[in-house]
Nanobody
């Protein structure tokens, strides 16, 4: 059974940092493209970053330069290092597994192309 378990959320002041983690199990983690999404209250799920199985990373304009995606294939872990956090970053953050081993272009950003999701971890940026 494919499982993704996100953790690391919490309350942080503007300008602060957090690192989110996603523990994966039930599939050959190193072979799959993985992404982070978030969903703010009243909004749809927003794609943030993807790490293709072969290593390349891509970011949305909203987080580029502030967030860094990484993975440890030996530990089946996906990470999202978040810095310079803003109140508008407040959301539930999700890790997700792409349905095949790699994605290209806008396909990586489409929620419908992901077949497994973590339960979400809440990040609140507030003073």
């Amino acid at each position: 059974e494919v499982q993704l378990q996100a953790s690391g959320g919490g309350v942080v002041q503007p300008g602060g940092s957090l690192r989110l983690s996603c523990a994966a199990s039930g599939f050959n983690f190193r072979s799959y493209t993985m992404s982070w999404f978030r969903q703010a209250p009243g909004s749809g799920r927003e794609w943030l970053s993807v790490m293709v199985s072969s290593g390349p990373t891509f970011y949305s304009d909203s987080v580029k330069g502030r967030f860094t995606i990484s993975r440890d294939n030996a530990k089946n872990m996906l990470y999202l290092q978040m810095t310079s956090l803003k109140p508008e970053d407040t959301a539930v953050y999700y890790c997700a597994k792409y349905r095949v081993n790699r994605c290209v272009g806008d396909a990586c950003k489409n929620v419908n192309n992901y077949d497994a999701w973590g339960q979400g971890t809440l990040v609140t940026v507030s003073s």
